[in-house]
């Protein structure tokens, strides 16, 4: 088992930025791949970024490239998402995600493990 909390959601005004971060206890961190996915009121839960167990391949939905960054802290178990130039379409729920695995991917399927999510809010 593994447990994931969110933190860093809250309210931003366009063009802000803000950083998730997902901390992850319970199993062997570097095991598993992490992912980031988002769902906004009505809309389907969404993919939003992925990191593999070693770190060294990122993978971003088309809607957040160039804007978000997602990293791990190996040493802290923690996988962090930085979002810069939010923008109001960027209003969800995020959700923490792991999977036992080394590949990241985009598929929600495809992960085991959820946290409860963390609320973000862009105003325009």
Request: aromatic share 10%; hydrophobic share 35%; with cysteine.
């Amino acid at each position: 088992q593994v447990q994931l909390v969110e933190s860093g959601g809250g309210l931003v005004q366009a063009g802000g930025s803000l950083r998730l971060s997902c901390a992850a206890s319970g199993r062997t961190f570097i095991d598993y791949t992490m992912g980031w996915f988002r769902q906004a009121p009505g809309k389907e839960r969404e993919f939003v970024a992925a990191v593999s167990s070693s770190g060294r391949t990122r993978s971003y939905a088309d809607s957040v490239k160039g804007r978000f960054t997602i990293a791990r802290d190996i040493a802290k178990n923690t996988v962090n998402l930085q979002m810069n130039s939010l923008k109001p379409e960027d209003t969800a729920a995020y959700y923490c995600a792991a999977r036992l695995a080394s590949s990241a991917t985009d598929s929600s399927a495809a992960y085991s493990y959820w946290g409860r999510g963390t609320q973000v809010t862009v105003s325009s």
